[in-house]
């Protein structure tokens, strides 16, 4: 057993371990991609910025002017503005704002939303969202329901 | 007009200075673009590839971003010696180029005169590249000091101290080279090993051993990068440097770097020999399958063993992390100097016993 012990301090036995992993990694694929020229596939749940969304069959305003998930916001970044609808119950929105500067991501929103079996506000896969002055971080309605537009990068 | 004495004497020389530094220049500029593309794939990263054709560009980029820097010198510094300490850093580490000999084979007719591939056959080329290896330090020394600033100074002394202790086990190890083939002179050592029938590093695996170690301790790369551990000492010696004196520290790194492959390959890996160089069935490997153009030369085997030589120091930086100080202490005084002296004393005697 000492012998062992000795004979691996004086080969550097552990040292030559550590060599081989590293020659052996370099055969293979990598794991990061080019970024803006490709992205990674996220996994379904996912949480991305929150936005708006129609029923995707009838293409109808899903959000039904509830207000629960502006008064679940910890940050309280959701402000929604709405009146009653001028043909039968129900309200119908004149404005929904997300202040993406305040929003931490929680996903908290989602949860009440009482819309089902599709919930009118959900967390996007969108997260590129980088801007230049704080105005554009208060997001209207129609740019939650469409998202922003995608910029390709080319070479 | 211009006599046959100033060609030979002059423009020759003068033109094997520049090739050399040319191609040096090219090799370091492309040797930061390897260690990148290297240690990417080592650690499964996509390597630089934005500027131009899988990154082939970038280090021209590189170099022009360092161009343009704003070139700052500290206000308290010494202005002087800090732009000075660049520039002896530099200087022998290419100097340092002048006693390698990329090829053999006696010399090329170019014009109808004879050029050597290599500058100098110096007698006593090993001791002038030891000399010239060691005035590297000044530079760093020079540079930490006239930065006046702490980390600098740290970073200066620790490479004082980290180059003066592998200075000797450097020493050391290539004495047995110098036993067995009998002369300093790097040409001489390379036909030595062709008459030895074998190359130096079987006889000579500690010597080669000791001597690789102690060259990535004198060069200041990792495991060894003490001097500019970024961990705690911001840079090193050239933290307070921008612009083009930073290149200038980095093109001396990267040089010396180069010339340390360059002496491995030529005292211990039989510098521009093929494999097996007396064995004249694979002389294919030199001429070519009809044996007569010369299809892979003495360069193109000098430059693949130097690259091998290269690679394994991309391969430590890849692998292992930096040595504590106290470490790379003990390594020094307490392993490498004890195997170098006994690989003397036990190669001294084996050659002793074979010269009876």
């Known amino acids: 057993m000492k012998i062992q012990a000795f004979l691996q301090k004086v080969l550097l036995l552990e040292l030559w371990q550590g060599m081989w992993v590293t020659l052996k990694n370099q055969f293979r694929p990598h794991i990061t991609v080019e970024y803006p020229k490709e992205t990674v596939e996220f996994p379904p749940r996912f949480r991305g910025v929150p936005r708006l969304r129609k029923d995707p069959q009838t293409g109808e305003e899903l959000c039904v002017s509830c207000l629960l998930c502006e008064a679940i916001c910890p940050t309280e970044c959701i402000s929604i503005v709405s009146e009653k609808r ?3 119950k129900g309200k119908q929105l004149i404005s929904f704002t997300i202040n993406y500067e305040r929003c931490c991501f929680c996903g908290l929103c989602v949860d009440p939303c009482p819309t089902k079996p599709i919930t009118a506000i959900y967390m996007s896969h969108d997260y590129e969202f980088a801007g230049f002055d704080r105005d554009s971080y208060v997001t209207a309605r129609e740019e939650l329901v469409d998202g922003k537009p995608v910029k390709i990068y080319t070479s | 007009m211009i006599s046959d004495n100033i060609i030979r004497n002059f423009i020759i020389p003068l033109t094997q200075v520049l090739v050399i530094l040319g191609v040096a220049s090219g090799a370091v500029a492309y040797m930061t673009l390897v260690e990148r593309k290297i240690l990417a794939f080592m650690q499964l990263r996509l390597s630089p590839r934005r500027v131009g054709p899988h990154g082939l560009l970038q280090p021209i980029a590189d170099g022009i971003k360092l161009l343009l820097k704003e070139d700052i010198t500290p206000d308290k510094a010494d202005r002087i010696l800090f732009t000075l300490a660049p520039i002896v850093t530099v200087i022998p580490a290419f100097t340092a180029l002048a006693v390698i000999p990329f090829s053999g084979g006696g010399t090329f007719q170019i014009f109808g005169y004879q050029v050597t591939p290599w500058i100098a056959d110096v007698n006593v080329g090993l001791v002038f590249l030891l000399a010239i290896s060691s005035l590297g330090i000044y530079g760093i020394m020079l540079g930490g000091w006239a930065s006046n600033s702490k980390y600098p100074m740290l970073g200066a002394l620790r490479s004082a101290a980290q180059m003066v202790s592998y200075e000797v086990p450097f020493g050391f190890s290539i004495i047995g080279v110098m036993m067995l083939s009998g002369t300093a002179s790097m040409v001489g050592i390379v036909e030595a090993q062709r008459e030895a029938h074998v190359w130096y590093f079987l006889p000579q695996i500690f010597g080669l051993f000791v001597f690789f170690v102690s060259g990535v301790a004198e060069t200041n790369r990792l495991p060894f ?8 000492l911001v840079a090193g010696f050239h933290t307070e440097y921008t612009g083009m004196k930073f290149a200038l520290y980095m093109l001396a790194e990267y040089t010396s770097m ?4 360059s002496i491995v ?5 039989g510098g521009w020999l093929r494999p097996f160089p007396n064995v004249e069935a694979l002389g294919f ?3 070519g399958l009809d044996r007569i153009h010369p299809v892979l030369p003495g360069y193109f085997w000098f430059l693949l063993k130097t690259f091998l030589v290269l ?5 430590l930086r890849g692998t292992f992390p930096r040595y504590r100080y106290d470490q790379l202490m003990r390594l020094g005084w307490y392993w490498m100097i004890p195997l170098s002296i006994m690989n003397v004393i036990v190669t001294g005697g084996v050659v002793l016993l074979l010269r009876r």
């Open chain 1, 86 to 88: 001028p043909d039968g």
């Open chain 2, 285 to 287: 490997l030199n001429l």
């Open chain 2, 225 to 232: 990068d003490l001097p500019e551990a970024e961990a705690e």
């Open chain 2, 265 to 269: 390959t030529t005292l211990f890996f």
């Open chain 2, 258 to 261: 180069i010339v340390v492959a």
């Open chain 2, 311 to 315: 690679f394994v120091y991309l391969w």
